[in-house]
């Protein structure tokens, strides 16, 4: 991939992250008005690293000449497993990915959401290891 090929898709990709991002950020502000606690859950922090990543690791590195072209393919790649992640950490927030759900009060951090958290974590582990391997 060429650069300017990189930088393409993470420019969609940041696009849909700052749309996810504004999305969570309204239902706070929606929440904080009716007198509810508010909070970011652990699957937004997810996504606002993969935010980070992108805009860091694809864009103001290579601009600034500290980085090679491996360093936002990398960075750009785990900017898309996060995003993934937060999908699917969202979910498990809300306790969707089985049919049983716990009953009384919610817990900040649902099960569902760290397992999914954890396995994002692994999975950039080994995105990032395979391809420090593989080299190009």
Not at 15 to 33: D, K, N, T, V
Not at 97 to 108: N, Q, V
Request: charged content about 15%.
């Amino acid at each position: 991939m060429r650069l300017s090929e990189i930088w393409s898709a993470a420019g969609f990709l940041i696009g849909l992250q700052l749309a996810a991002f504004s999305w969570r950020m309204s239902r706070e502000i929606s929440m904080a008005e009716r007198g509810e606690v508010t909070w970011l859950p652990l699957a937004e922090v997810l996504n606002l690293v993969a935010l980070v990543v992108a805009v860091i690791g694809v864009f103001l590195l290579p601009i600034a000449g500290y980085a090679s072209l491996r360093v936002p393919r990398i960075c750009l790649g785990v900017s898309l497993i996060l995003f993934a992640g937060h999908a699917l950490a969202l979910a498990g927030h809300y306790d969707l990915l089985t049919k049983a759900r716990p009953r009384g009060p919610r817990p900040w951090l649902p099960r569902q959401e760290l397992v999914i958290v954890g396995i994002t974590v692994l999975s950039i582990v080994a995105f990032v290891g395979v391809t420090l391997l593989l080299g190009e």
